[in-house]
């Protein structure tokens, strides 16, 4: 069974930085299209960015130019770096995977910015 596994999440003032990562295990990972989603309480969740096993990329307008996605295939890790925080950034982020046409989710990992 595939396991996509988040972690770096946790409490922030606003303007602060935090790297998301997401280990995926028993997955092709080089083949598989990777994303971050977030949801805040009371929203429906949220696309953030995504990369293909080509390295494309691509972000939401609300997180254009403050966050990175990346991915390690040697280490099946996918990253996300966040910069410039602030409070509608607080969420839950979950990561995505896409591989042979079946989508798995991760937990979830909590980000709290404070202002």
């Known amino acids: 069974q595939v396991q996509l596994v988040e972690s770096g999440g946790g409490l922030v003032q606003a303007g602060g930085s935090l790297r998301l990562s997401c280990a995926a295990s028993r997955i092709a990972f080089s083949d598989g299209y990777m994303a971050w989603y977030r949801q805040a309480p009371g929203n429906q969740r949220e696309w953030v960015a995504l990369i293909t096993r080509g390295y494309d990329t691509n972000y939401a307008e609300s997180v254009k130019g403050r966050f990175t996605i990346s991915r390690d295939n040697t280490m099946n890790t996918v990253y996300l770096q966040m910069n410039s925080l602030n409070a509608e950034d607080t969420a839950v982020y979950y990561c995505?995977?896409?591989?042979?046409?079946?989508?798995?989710w991760g937990q979830g990992t909590q980000v709290t910015v404070s202002s």
């Open positions: 995505f995977a896409r591989y042979a046409g079946i989508d798995y």
